[in-house]
């Protein structure tokens, strides 16, 4: 498409609903036809319509068509696609320099992105920041630094975790469908521990906490020998596995338990950090403490950038020369991440994600009253899921309903995802920037498709 016909995107975009084609409109299917001969068939789409322009809670594709964003393109744009601060910074920075490599000449912003992170992160001490690209190699790097600063090369995950992609943080996912299947095999000195999951807890939701919290000092102790083990690495909620928020009093305990034997804990925020669960980080609303925390996706804005933040002591165990990369820390990222602090300060986001979060927890909890097939709701802040189970088991997974409930939604307009070890977990991440009348909008669409494929399941 030449330039001067493109719409321009950011928080100026209309802020409606549109819909002019079948979804995916025409223009999106050449596109897709395209996509099929040029990129490997590995890489799936969630909703297929090519983006020409978003913004605000909006995203607008190539027919035309403009979709209420309840995804964020996976909880990355947290404060708005192009947002102005993001933007401006950004395409300032691109006029300066593009790259030079921190490892070769450094530059300031670098420094700034890292003196933010110091602050901000729930991590006890003197801090200290490496910056990567992206969430999966902010988690190597958090490993890597973790055994580096205790000699031990034991790494302890849990049940649903998802922490990337690449060979070490694939190991570390629990799911082998679809991210594991033939890829073996896998990095050695991983160990798996149950999440206290607590709508599945065998022996019910009040025992979820103690018990997940022993079978974890069963598998330190017992089976793997804790002084083997570096670190205990866990999601304050876990995204890829259904927004799974553990049971209250399980991330205090599974602190308490790595701190009596010398082992880190390193929080995977991921998914849940920079503003997104209504704290700056997801440990903050259990007054957790890690020795080390991943952050990525939201950080800036949607440019590639990860991060590990942790106490200087081990951040300064790996001499120089043992961290790095190319890319990492690009000064163009770097500046769209002091955008999105500044996003997050000048429209209070904060307060913005627990808002519409407290609309959507009530709005599904209405839909749970109504609908037998919604099993439990749960989230924190902009970051709330539904799991769906067929109505008349014991919790069975309705991964099939999920998917119907999805595409109806993207049919009308609606950009939802879905999650879950059992892919039955429709989960929603809204720009922070999204109106209200847009959210409002985007929940009765949901609610909408929810009765529709219940009623059409019933016959
Ligand atoms: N840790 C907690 O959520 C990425 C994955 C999308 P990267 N989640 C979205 C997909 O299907 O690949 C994620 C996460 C948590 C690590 C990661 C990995 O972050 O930036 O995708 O490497």
Known sequence: MPEASRPAGGPDLAQVRRIVSEIPGPRSRELLARQRSLVPAGVGATLPVFVTAAGGGVIVDADGNSFIDFGSGIAVTTVGNSAAAVAERAAAQLRRFTHTCFLVSPYESYLDVCEKLNRLAPVPGEKRTLLVNSGAEAVENAVKIARAATGRPGVVVFDHAFHGRTLLTMSLTAKNQPYKQGFGPFVPEIHRAPMAYSYRWPTGPERCAEEAAYALADLLDRQVGADNVAAVLVEPIQGEGGFVVPARGFLPLVAGICRARGILLIADEI?????????????????????????????????????????????????????????????????????????????????????????????????????????????????????????????????????????????????????????????????????????????????????????????
């Open 271 to 459: 998914q849940t950090g920079i503003a997104r669960t209504g704290r700056m980080f997801a440990c903050e609303h259990e007054n957790i403490q890690p020795d080390l925390v991943t952050t990525a996706k939201g950080l800036a804005g949607g440019l590639p950038l990860g991060a590990v933040t942790g106490r200087a002591e081990l951040m300064d165990a790996v001499p120089a020369g043992g961290l790095g990369g190319t890319f990492s820390g690009n000064p163009v990222a770097c500046e769209a991440a002091l955008g999105v602090f500044e996003e997050i300060e000048r429209h209070d986001l904060l307060e913005r994600a627990r808002e519409i979060g407290d609309t959507m927890q009530e709005r599904f909890g209405e839909f749970s009253d109504a609908y037998p097939v919604i099993g439990e709701v749960r989230g924190r802040g902009a970051m709330v899921a539904m799991e769906l189970v067929e109505p008349d088991g014991d919790r069975v997974p309705a991964p099939d309903l999920a998917a119907r409930i999805a595409k109806r939604c993207h049919a009308e307009g609606l950009l939802v995802l879905t999650a879950g070890s059992y892919g039955n977990v429709l989960r929603f991440l809204p720009p922070l920037s999204i109106s209200e009348a847009l959210l409002e909008e985007g929940l009765a669409i949901l609610g909408d498709a929810i009765a529709k494929e219940t009623a059409s399941a019933a016959v």
